[in-house]
């Protein structure tokens, strides 16, 4: 336990360190740092080659998720048709129709886990491929406006530093520019 303390203490210490230097530095340097945040959720949402991603992926997906709901709707409807029917079949005939029953199920559940896996898979490579373009776009905005540091992650943001409309705007140009 004491061990655990002194490496608290240590990092702490450190760390007070650290921020007492980088506030120390503060005044002088305070009206030349500038820093930025960017809401990728919101660049996901709104940006016109993630909603293209996302149409992509419904056109994609759609026959087979059709076809999914199809298979589910059908076996969902045999089972209620062998409940009802089960009291008067032949105990040989219940426990076919059930062992039936329970492949088609096993048949569907497995369609359903790889269509998720492939769905999921591919949502991945669309958002990643958006992602880098965000990226980039970023970069430039930063670049050309001489940002510090450009954060996408935070707990709170003061409104004047989001810069997500100027990269959303920027990704909407720049994919209208090259014919996307």
Do not use: C, W
């Not at 336990?1 to 002194?6: G, P, Q, Y």
């Not at 089960?86 to 359903?112: H, I």
Request: charged fraction near 35%; aromatic fraction near 6%; charge should be positive.
């Amino acid at each position: 336990m004491k061990s655990f303390a002194r490496q608290s203490f240590a990092r702490h210490f450190s760390l007070a360190i650290v921020l007492g230097a980088l506030a120390a530095a503060a005044p002088a340097q305070a009206e030349e740092f500038k820093a930025g945040f960017v809401n990728t959720d919101r660049v996901f949402r709104e940006a016109n080659s993630a909603k293209a991603a996302q149409t992509k992926l419904e056109q994609e997906f759609s026959r087979r998720e059709k076809e999914l709901v199809d298979q589910g709707n059908a076996l969902k409807s045999a089972t209620e048709k062998f409940e009802r029917e089960a009291p008067t079949m032949a105990e040989s005939q219940r426990v076919q129709r059930q062992r039936q029953l329970v492949d088609q199920d096993r048949d569907f559940q497995r369609k359903r886990r790889e269509f998720q896996e492939d769905l999921t898979a591919r949502k991945n490579e669309e958002l990643s491929q958006v992602l880098e373009r965000a990226n980039r776009v970023v970069k430039q905005v930063a670049e050309a406006e001489k940002y510090d540091v450009i954060l996408q992650e935070a707990v709170y943001i003061n409104p004047k530093h989001d810069i997500t409309d100027k990269v959303i705007k920027a990704m909407n140009a720049a994919a209208n520019g090259s014919g996307k």
